[in-house]
T-cell receptor, first 112, second 111 residues
Framework: DQQVKQNSPSLSVQEGRISILNCDYTNSMFDYFLWYKKYPAEGPTFLISISSIKDKNEDGRFTVFLNKSAKHLSLHIVPSQPGDSAVYFC???????????FGSGTQLTVLP | SQTIHQWPATLVQPVGSPLSLECTVEGTSNPNLYWYRQAAGRGLQLLFYSVGIGQISSEVPQNLSASRPQDRQFILSSKKLLLSDSGFYLCALHRNLYEQYFGPGTRLTVT
């Protein structure tokens, strides 16, 4: 049973446009959500996170939105750059555990 | 700052052979450590986590095992590899709040 789902395995976007990556979860106990970025043959790197007490968190070109009623979060990248091309994983955690449950990832390709 | 070393970076092993992957961390003490696997086209699957020396919790029953002989050393092992064990193995440590910091990974190909 996948508790965190990323239903789009891939996404292509033109450079300069907005990239929107989506993530759905089923476990209502999750209260903290993270996005990681992964290049081939490297470990994932932390990008941005959001607590369930917020519905938006922004860091430069990256914004994460959380819709608790829909159990849905999204990552917006504006403007998209070719260097953003990578696999993006969303992850979720319930309190007080420190274990993360990851989605299957979305391959973002930003076309120049 | 915290650093994770994983050894080896790549490995090709025949089916039925043993496995030992090593993870060592620097810049922190008594960290929570994790082993993940990313199979081809799949997400990150948590395999084991450890909250201290000799303390291992398994998330997925399989032919892999883990050990933590020292505070900053985490080892993933198998007595007999299966083809399905191929993948990218990642060691991670708990950093702050819920964030985990990942090492560079080991690419394992079982032939």
């Amino acid at each position: 049973d996948q508790q965190v789902k990323q239903n789009s395995p891939s996404l292509s976007v033109q450079e300069g446009r907005i990239s929107i990556l989506n993530c759905d979860y089923t476990n209502s106990m999750f209260d903290y959500f993270l996005w990681y970025k992964k290049y081939p043959a490297e470990g994932p790197t932390f990008l941005i996170s959001i607590s369930s007490i917020k519905d938006k968190n922004e860091d430069g070109r990256f914004t994460v939105f959380l819709n608790k009623s829909a159990k849905h979060l999204s990552l917006h990248i504006v403007p998209s750059q070719p260097g953003d091309s990578a696999v993006y994983f969303c992850a979720a955690a319930p309190p007080p555990a420190r274990q993360l449950t990851f989605g299957s990832g979305t391959q973002l390709t930003v076309l120049p | 700052s915290q650093t994770i070393h994983q050894w080896p970076a790549t490995l090709v092993q025949p089916v039925g052979s043993p496995l030992s992957l090593e993870c060592t961390v620097e810049g922190t003490s008594n960290p929570n450590l994790y082993w993940y696997r990313q199979a081809a086209g799949r997400g990150l699957q948590l395999l084991f986590y450890s909250v201290g020396i000799g303390q291992i919790s398994s998330e997925v029953p399989q032919n892999l095992s883990a050990s933590r002989p020292q505070d900053r050393q985490f080892i993933l092992s198998s007595k007999k590899l299966l083809l399905s064990d191929s993948g990218f193995y990642l060691c991670a440590l708990h950093r702050n709040l819920y964030e985990q910091y990942f090492g560079p990974g080991t690419r394992l190909t079982v032939t």
